[in-house]
């Protein structure tokens, strides 16, 4: 097992290790926010059909300016589409098919028409106010790639080719277990001493906008028999990973090292040179892992993403659409630390210049700043105080983590 180790490390160990989702094929209509299992293609033109983005008149642009006779109605859906001679126009509305035979549409406002007989008075371009075939996509053309999370537009894209199914990842299973004596279930009464069991609900909902089916259970008492069988269980169901929060550290009633040990669990590594978060625990049991991270809530929140996502992600089939990027500081850091030290902050644009403003409650059991959190600045141990305006590093979360 490797102790003490760099963020770096943690996430390179956690990247050796199997992820392998399982495809399902879902309805249309149960696919929002999975994870595409295989390339889309597209396999019809989109449109299919020349057709009109407007209430109109079709017409040879030849014919223009000059008096067409109009020889018919074409709507949306229309079963035949007539063919235009010489001379001749055909009213048309929004969404219907342009006759081969037409290379024009003029707006309704922009012609007169009386008794049959159509006014165009102005010369018009081929092509104008069509909507040619294709122009979206074409037949065999990759219209969403594997990994993408589908959004509502994505599926009107697959329902746009004719697709009532689709390919996606299984949503990986996961069960969190919280411990701790002083842990209240919300709902109920809560000690003089105790604090209500925050930390599991939040990261739950982390778990569950990362794309799992994750199970919470209610906190257990620090007792080491009952923890362990509580875990044991937990590892025999069918999740792919299981969580504890809670005595991932070395004090007297930190059992999550004895729990792993107990359970014949292979540690990969205990403990990271970073802040918060770096109170972690991680280890192999068969086919599946055992995380333990800390019962502070923003110190658990922070192994969850800095540290475990990657990993995750992989895990749901999914794509790291998380970005490294580099801003200037909107105030003052006056603090240093001996290791890494991460920051809850989001992208600010006062002034119309991008910054990164931290927000207020550096402690780790304020879980409050993560609301809007937006971005994690990262700034290497041995560095600061750092002044106004200094570049730091800083993860960017897609918009589901946020």
Not at 193 to 220: D, E, K, Q, V, W
Not at 246 to 257: I, K, L, P, T
Not at 363 to 375: V, W
Not at 378 to 383: E, W
Request: aromatic residues 4%.
């Amino acid at each position: 097992m490797q102790i003490h180790i760099t963020p770096e490390q943690a996430v390179r160990i956690m990247e050796e290790q199997p992820a392998c989702p399982r495809a399902e094929e879902l309805p249309l209509s149960q696919a929002l926010d999975r994870n595409l299992a295989e390339d889309i293609l597209a396999r019809l033109d989109l449109p299919p059909f020349d057709k009109s983005p407007f209430d109109g008149y079709a017409f040879r642009t030849a014919d223009a300016p000059g008096t067409l006779r109009v020889i018919g109605t074409l709507a949306a859906g229309a079963e035949s589409v007539p063919e235009l001679r010489p001379g001749q126009a055909v009213k048309i509305f929004t969404g219907a098919p342009v006759p081969a035979s037409a290379d024009a549409v003029a707006k309704q406002e922009d012609v007169q028409e009386r008794d049959g007989q159509l006014t165009v008075p102005f010369q018009a371009v081929p092509g104008t106010n069509v909507i040619r075939a294709g122009e979206d996509c074409r037949a065999g053309n990759l219209l969403i790639p594997a990994g993408t999370r589908l959004l509502p537009a994505h599926l009107g894209m697959i329902a746009g080719q004719g697709l009532a199914a689709v390919k996606v990842w299984q949503k990986p299973k996961a069960v969190l277990c919280p411990t701790g004596s002083e842990l209240a279930e919300p709902g109920g009464p809560c000690p003089p001493y105790g604090i209500y069991n925050s930390s599991s609900f939040a990261l739950c909902g982390m778990l569950t906008r990362m794309g799992f089916s994750a199970a919470r259970l209610p906190a257990i008492p620090d007792r080491e028999e009952l923890i362990f069988e509580t875990v044991e269980k937990a590892l025999a169901s069918d999740a792919e990973v299981v969580f504890t929060t809670g005595g991932a550290s070395v004090g007297e009633y930190d059992f999550a090292r004895r729990t792993a040990e107990r359970l014949g669990a292979e540690p990969l590594f205990w403990k990271i040179r970073m802040k918060p978060g770096g109170a972690i625990l991680v280890s192999r049991a068969g086919s599946k892992l055992l995380i333990s991270l800390s019962g502070n809530p923003a110190a658990a929140m922070m192994s969850l993403l800095v540290i475990l996502r990657p990993w995750l992600t992989a895990l749901t089939g999914g794509q790291d659409r998380t970005e490294l990027i580099r801003l200037p500081l909107k105030r003052e850091l006056p603090k240093s630390g001996s290791v890494l030290r991460l920051l809850r902050g989001h992208l600010d644009l006062t002034g119309g210049r991008p910054c990164f403003d931290e927000h207020e409650g550096r402690g780790n059991g304020n879980i409050a700043s993560f609301a809007g959190c937006d971005l994690i600045g990262m700034i290497p141990g041995g560095r600061g105080p750092l002044k106004q305006g200094e570049q730091i590093a800083a993860l960017r979360l897609p918009p589901e983590l946020r």
